[in-house]
């Protein structure tokens, strides 16, 4: 069975301060996997997209990690701004047929000032 | 439209009442999904359309569900006899191809409180 599995389930940080949230996978085959971002109220907004051959993308201060051997992937946040509080989902989609995607049940991360 | 639409954005119905939610999604958008989220838990998924075609409505969580697509466009979801445990935020997203490495764009969501 095709599982996403993030972690920590909350994290709480202070403002300027770097975070990595975590996630494990077992879809197989493997086609990408993507960081998705939800702010409160809100609908999930896609970061970054992680394909099998790369193994670091950045966009901004977000910079997503891919480890298709191990099938994990992290997300590493720098310098935390308020705004960055949001829940982070990490969606695997693989390439054996079914296109949809499998959702991790996300980080809820919280800045404070 | 700039993205994808949902309607209406809260809705509080009685136990027992049939309701129906609207999305509209990007102009051009061939896939189409249901996702549910309850309060602090993760996206369960519904359904997926591929055109008006729904070739995976192995979500939907009993025959009190339906959803439809039309014209390959307006998709509707509807819950009859809705039940308290239905109360959720039901997210519409869609896709350009649906094919796996496909951006999902999502709506801000329909909010559902059944009393």
């Known amino acids: 069975k095709n599982q996403v599995e993030q972690s920590p389930q909350s994290l709480i940080i202070l403002e300027g301060k770097n975070c990595t949230l975590q996630?494990?996978?077992?879809?197989?085959?493997?086609?990408?996997l993507r960081w998705y971002k939800q702010d409160t109220g809100r609908g999930p907004v896609s970061l970054t997209i992680?394909?099998?051959?790369?193994n670091t993308k950045s966009n901004g201060r977000y910079t997503a990690t891919l480890d298709a051997d191990t099938k994990q992937s992290s997300l590493h946040i720098t310098a935390s701004q308020l705004s960055d509080s949001a829940s982070y989902i990490c969606?695997?989609?693989?390439?054996?047929?079914?296109?949809?995607?499998?959702f991790g049940r996300g980080t809820s991360l919280i800045v404070h000032p | 439209g700039a993205g994808v639409s949902q309607s209406p954005s809260n809705k509080v119905t009685e136990k027992g009442k049939d309701v129906e939610l609207r999305c509209d999604p990007i102009?051009?958008?061939?896939?189409l999904y249901w996702y549910r989220q309850s309060l602090g838990q993760g996206l369960e998924f519904l359904i997926y359309?591929?055109?008006?075609?729904?070739?995976?409505k192995s979500g939907l969580p009993s025959d009190r569900f339906s959803a439809e697509r039309t014209g390959g466009s307006v998709s509707t979801l509807t819950i009859q006899r809705t039940q308290q445990e239905d109360s959720a935020v039901y997210l519409c997203?869609?896709?350009?191809?649906?094919?796996?490495?496909?951006?999902?764009?999502f709506g801000e969501g329909s909010r559902l409180t059944v009393l």
């Open positions: 997203a869609s896709s350009f191809s649906g094919g796996p490495t496909g951006e999902l764009f």
């Open positions: 996630c494990n996978y077992t879809v197989s085959p493997f086609s990408n």
């Open positions: 992680m394909t099998f051959s790369e």
């Open positions: 969606v695997v989609s693989g390439s054996g047929g079914s296109y949809i995607p499998t």
């Open positions: 102009s051009g958008h061939t896939a």
């Open positions: 359309f591929q055109g008006n075609s729904a070739p995976d």
